[in-house]
């Protein structure tokens, strides 16, 4: 008997674009005999609607102005997976038996939306609210892989709204120095990210930072290339790609514009590494996803320095399903196509 999924796209975050992006490629992927498929939408305000339309509509963020979208409710209190969709004839039940929430940064990979589903008795795809939370907030990443003890990772200092701006610039120069990296804690995809190299640089950096998020990590700048490695998990069974080698050309960095809308950016699968680097990235970036209890997928991002040394960035739990997105790339080359890598997730989650 088919199983009802939701696709959760949109979302209140600052990464929206990004979604109807990833959603419009997993839709136009995923097994339709295999799934009754249930399109809920999030529009930037924070109203859910049940989507019935064309998605070319999403691709195009037109699909909240279509007559194919029902209001929707969710109750947590039922605990038994049930939507409720709102028609001029009345309200239709339906029992959901999993959710795949494409929804990047805030209001979705960072736990909430996971734990409101946990509430409602749905299985959703990837990591639970837990680990979404914490792989969200870099600083407490950080925390924790520390604890592995022989991966390395750029120093830091963290601060918090309302912090003394002065006293957090003079601590960065002296434990970092220049250039260093400005990041909200708890932002994904690049998005409020900024390379500074002199004071005034760095006091505009963090104004522009505390827009996304009241704690923000400021990050000492390493030299080298960015490398990526894709994680598939499948109770308590690892997937682990070979890394991806990410070339930004004459971008300053890695950043959002670089990622999702130019073409600025080139990339090599595999990675141009020795073979013993190649297995210990992947080693690592198994024992980071395991350290952090992530479930499903993830993409964990390790910067490769010119002396050769791997020094972890960050982990991705709801990783850019777009057409250049990584994760996607990395998993076709393990033999994993975008389609089966989607059935994989979802059969997982359902397992698990």
Not at 153 to 166: E, I, N
Not at 321 to 336: A, N, Q
């Amino acid at each position: 008997m088919k199983k009802n999924i939701a696709i959760i796209f949109g979302g209140k975050s600052s990464e929206y674009e990004v979604s109807l992006s990833s959603s419009y490629a997993l839709l136009s992927n995923i097994d339709r005999e295999k799934y009754n498929l249930y399109t809920v939408g999030i529009t930037r305000e924070g109203a859910w609607y049940l989507y019935e339309g064309d998605i070319e509509d999403i691709r195009s963020n037109t699909w909240y102005k279509s007559d194919k979208v029902s209001r929707l409710l969710i109750s947590p209190d039922n605990g038994e997976g049930k939507i409720y969709v709102l028609r001029d004839g009345g309200v239709d039940e339906i029992r959901l038996d999993g959710v795949f929430p494409m929804l990047h940064g805030k209001f979705g990979e960072d736990g909430q939306i996971q734990g409101l589903l946990s509430v409602m008795g749905v299985p959703v795809v990837g990591c639970p609210h837990a680990s979404s939370a914490v792989c969200m907030d870099k600083a407490m990443t950080k925390a924790i892989v520390r604890e592995l003890g022989d991966i390395r990772q750029a120093a830091s200092v963290t601060m918090r709204a309302g912090d003394d701006v002065s006293i957090t610039a003079v601590e960065c120069e002296a434990k970092l120095g220049y250039p260093m990296f400005v990041k909200p804690a708890c932002a994904g995809s690049s998005v409020g990210i900024s390379k500074v190299r002199t004071r005034e640089e760095l006091l505009r950096a963090i104004e522009i930072a505390l827009r996304e998020d009241t704690k923000l990590i400021i990050e000492e700048m390493i030299s080298g290339c960015e490398v990526e490695v894709a994680v598939l998990e499948e109770g308590g069974k690892y997937t682990v790609s070979f890394p991806a080698e990410i070339d930004v050309g004459a971008s300053d960095f890695y950043d959002y514009e670089t990622k999702y809308v130019s073409d600025a950016s080139s990339y090599y699968i595999p990675a141009r590494l020795p073979d013993e680097k190649t297995r210990l990235v992947r080693k690592n970036a198994e024992r980071i996803f395991r350290a952090l209890d992530c479930r499903g997928f993830s993409r964990v991002d390790f910067f490769f320095t010119h002396e050769g040394e791997f020094v972890f960035n960050e982990i991705n739990t709801i990783p850019g399903f777009t057409p250049i997105s990584m994760y996607p790339k990395l998993m076709i080359h393990s033999g994993i196509s975008y389609s089966e890598l989607i059935d994989r997730l979802i059969t997982s989650a359902l397992n698990a």
